[in-house]
């Protein structure tokens, strides 16, 4: 990396070598871990290599970029594991959340959020930080040791030479999954006489989606279409990397079977179509909002390795969309994380190399509110240690000790694949007896496990954030 104290000293920087903890990646896990340093009033170096060096699925140099979807997930937080999260993070002072309320566009029961005003909030707030200083550089090897507080937030796209100087580090072979983006349209070129707006169920303002009909025959040579058609050729050493099963490309299922996207992505449940009220489409495609403005709106659970061409060829194949013009066509693109469960200590030190930290994607959790939340957890661990202070570890009842406890040993190291935050990660409930003569526990099921599991873990998170540090 060269002389980079000698970088340092040209630079108009805030704050000494010695005294701040350096975040490297200027992701939604960095961001958040540089706002939580600095909240707890340590100084902070956070670096970004962008421009300086691009990735193939970032399209600007601005922090916190999101590169597929638009949307954080479900935002309920009575039912849902990621509305939990959401809600914690809030109760933590998460800068990702605050930014991400402060953009929201509509999406029914989701949060998604308008692209780029949300980027634009992150990257204002931490230049606007007193204590925060961005440095624009590549990191091209793991830092030096004298930096006595690093945590690396290089997300799935970490450059491949800082990857290889952790795989030498770790002594670990780097794990890895495709990770697919949908497409986004242009409102106006939707045709709305064979379209129409509704949530699944009416949920949210009831009228978040556009819906695309696809009846029998139009469903079946949709599914042909995605079979026969071209796709993007991996590289030989790429080609029997794991798909992660949470976000596979449209053609990809459709390889499992017939039914598989109208089971899935392309479900018809919850909705009628107001043009043909008494007949029920075979497959539904759904259009979120991408922006405040209502311009564009992005094809959801419609990931693809297809070219380019094949894309719009087949995609205007589906009723509505036979003349849409797109803003921006899938990609693909190689993803990479440590084995955290077999590298990492419970405050995401690296163990053989302390000072190291690691947060966000690089550790095998998936989706924009995990990382922020890892994030959140690796800026306040590593402030605790620079105040000479004892880390403060989530209740393990909570959305964020549980996906911690995952990522830092709960994961089995042999088979570890990324995750997302769900009630399965969360410790089993306490269940009590109902009164019945045999004294039977009577087991909590559906809605009303998830609601326990919802009221425990905000609890725990308001009794976690009264402890005395």
Not at 217 to 233: C, P, R
Not at 299 to 311: A, H, L, P
Request: proline fraction near 6%; charged fraction near 25%.
């Amino acid at each position: 990396m060269g002389d980079l104290e000698g970088y340092f000293k040209s630079m108009d920087l805030k704050h000494k070598n010695d005294k701040v903890v350096h975040v490297v990646g200027g992701g939604l896990a960095g961001s958040e871990a540089a706002w939580q340093l600095s909240q707890l009033g340590i100084g902070v170096r956070l670096y970004e290599m962008r421009p300086q060096r691009c990735t193939d699925a970032h399209q600007t140099d601005v922090l916190a970029e999101l590169v597929c979807s638009n949307s954080f997930r479900s935002d309920d937080a009575q039912y849902n594991a990621v509305g939990v999260l959401h809600e914690e993070l809030r109760r933590c002072g998460s800068l990702i959340m605050r930014c991400a309320d402060a953009n929201r566009v509509p999406a029914g029961a989701a949060l998604a959020v308008d692209r780029d005003e949300f980027s634009q909030a992150v990257q204002s707030a931490l230049e606007n930080e007193i204590l925060v200083d961005i440095v624009r550089l590549e990191l091209t090897e793991l830092p030096p040791t004298e930096w006595d507080s690093v945590i690396i937030a290089t997300g799935p796209l970490t450059s491949p030479s800082l990857t290889s100087s952790i795989t030498e580090l770790t002594g670990e072979q780097n794990l890895a999954f495709y990770d697919a983006i949908a497409p986004i349209a242009y409102r106006d070129s939707i045709d709305f006489s064979k379209v129409w707006f509704q949530s699944r169920y009416d949920k949210g303002d009831g009228a978040d989606y556009i819906n695309c009909p696809l009846n029998d025959e139009e469903y079946e040579n949709f599914i042909t279409e995605l079979l026969n058609a071209e796709k993007v050729l991996f590289h030989d050493w790429e080609e029997n990397t794991p798909y992660f099963e949470g976000c596979l490309p449209i053609e990809v299922m459709a390889e499992r079977g017939l039914e598989t996207l109208a089971f899935g992505p392309m479900k018809p449940v919850g909705l009628t179509n107001p043009h043909s009220p008494s007949r029920k489409p075979r497959a539904v495609v759904q259009l979120r909002q991408d922006n405040t403005l209502g311009t564009l709106y992005n094809m959801v659970g419609f990931q693809t390795k297809m070219k380019y061409d094949e894309q719009i060829r087949i995609f205007r194949t589906i009723p509505g969309l036979e003349k849409a013009e797109f803003a921006r066509l899938g990609g693909i693109h190689r993803n990479t994380f440590i084995n955290a469960p077999r590298l990492l200590d419970p405050t995401l030190r690296l163990k053989s190399e302390p000072r190291l930290r690691f947060a966000g994607q690089i550790t095998g959790c998936e989706g924009y509110v995990e990382s922020a939340a890892v994030g959140l957890l690796a800026g306040r661990f590593a402030a605790y240690e620079k105040l000479g202070l004892s880390p403060q570890h989530p209740r393990l009842g909570t959305a964020l000790g549980s996906l911690l406890a995952h990522i830092t040993g709960g994961g089995d190291p042999e088979t570890y694949q990324p995750i997302n935050v769900n009630f399965g990660l969360f410790p089993p409930l306490s269940e009590q007896g109902s009164g019945n003569p045999k004294n039977k526990v009577k087991p909590i099921r559906g809605r009303e496990r998830k609601a326990a599991y919802a009221r425990r873990a905000l609890e725990q998170t308001d009794l976690w954030l009264e402890e005395k540090v």
